[in-house]
């Protein structure tokens, strides 16, 4: 009868340990990226005359000891992925895991709200863990981006234009062509054409001015019927007195410029200009395959790296350790990609992966639980009264 209040006192240890982690999994059932952990049970048996030997040798007979907890593994399949408005709120569609590093050692994530810490790290909001990108070498490293705060300026070199400049026009002008030095000086430019007449048909002289009405340079622009004649399609403009602050650029009229008559109305415009001026970054995003884009005040955009994503071939190899982060057990295998590789799920920014708690199927275990603790909990009183009857018939003895 002993042994019976020690097998129902292993069905309290083992429900109590079952319950604890059912109210852990609906606790966190609105924690971004958490992973309800499963409740499972095994039986306990003894070998030989009141032996406690658990192996499955010897010839006595076997009796059972209880139950205990088993442990539990991990429900690795998705959460719901949720809108945000943080551009750095990043999950992950399919299999696969973020990479953290913080003091040496690696963490993974299935989810993250990130921001740009002060030195310029990408890094877990909560945490502070930097997020890691892949380097030329496929290794995983912090990605930093301190030193491309400001996007330096470049020298226009080139002005293409495109569509019609009327033949029967007299005149026609694009204005507001913005050009930039090398030192990210901004001017802006009109172009004005106007034509040589009956006394040479096809030639338009060309004169550039800038924002202060004052003249940059002036050229000719002929064209062979409604082409533009090789020999003119590319006139060189050079500003500024000789020294650091001069700067050439090329009118090219030699792709997409054609001169029929349309009245006195031309659609001539600039299609492109290079150059720009000097950029402060306005925005980090990520794309779809992972890049990280920085984006600046000069509409300028760069690629900063690509955020690296971990696979595991066991992930019960990872354990749990608290603000939506894992951490690999020894000789857990790791393998490092990016978004959308073979085998890697694919990389969503402004999202976030939401709790993958069932609550009925928790409910449910509840339920069987609660039942597998009463009757266990009847077990032992059982086994007391019963004992207590001994005791009783050994005092009228």
Do not use: C
Not at 270 to 275: I, L, P, Q, Y
């Amino acid at each position: 009868m002993l042994g019976a209040i020690y097998i129902g006192l292993s069905g309290l240890t083992a429900y109590s340990k079952g319950l604890q982690t059912i109210s852990n999994n609906v606790a966190n059932m609105n924690t971004p990226g958490f992973k309800a952990t499963s409740v499972s049970f095994s039986d306990v048996f003894s070998y030989g005359e009141g032996g406690g030997s658990l192996t499955l040798t010897g010839n006595g007979q076997a009796a059972g000891s209880g139950v205990r907890f088993e442990g539990s593994d991990l429900d690795f399949r998705q959460g719901d992925l949720r809108q945000s408005a943080n551009d750095l709120d990043l999950a992950i569609e399919g299999s696969g895991f973020l990479v953290l590093l913080a003091d040496g050692k690696t963490y993974y994530a299935r989810t993250g709200s990130f921001v740009i810490d002060k030195d310029g790290f990408v890094a877990d909001r909560t945490t502070g863990h930097k997020l890691a990108m892949l380097d030329s070498s496929g290794r995983a490293v912090a990605l930093n981006i301190e030193g491309r705060r400001s996007n330096v300026p470049k020298a226009t070199t080139t002005v293409r234009f495109s569509d019609n400049l009327s033949s029967t026009a007299q005149q026609a002008s694009v204005a507001n062509i913005a050009v930039h030095n090398a030192s990210g000086q901004k001017q802006v430019w009109q172009v004005k054409l106007e034509s040589r007449g009956a006394d040479a048909p096809g030639e338009w002289t060309v004169t550039v001015t800038d924002q202060n009405g004052a003249a940059v340079g002036q050229s000719t622009l002929k064209f062979n019927g409604s082409v533009v004649d090789p020999a003119t399609s590319r006139i060189t403009m050079t500003n500024g007195a000789p020294g650091a602050d001069q700067f050439s650029v090329v009118l090219d009229f030699s792709q997409g410029v054609t001169s029929f008559s349309s009245g006195t109305v031309s659609t001539l415009r600039a299609a492109s200009v290079d150059g720009h001026g000097l950029g402060e970054l306005t925005a980090v995003t990520v794309e779809a395959d992972g890049q990280v884009k920085l984006a600046y005040s000069n509409q300028q955009t760069e690629l900063a790296g690509r955020v690296a994503l971990a696979e595991l071939s066991d992930p019960q190899q990872l354990e749990q350790i608290g603000n939506g982060l894992f951490e690999a057990k020894g000789g857990a295998e790791v393998m490092l990609g990016g978004s959308g590789d073979p085998g890697t799920g694919r990389l969503v920014s402004r999202q976030l992966e939401g709790s993958n708690v069932d609550l009925a199927q928790q409910f449910g275990d509840l339920i069987l639980i609660q039942r597998g603790f009463q009757a266990s909990s009847q077990v032992v009183s059982v086994s007391n009264d019963m004992i207590q009857q001994l005791f009783g018939m050994r005092g009228q003895g």
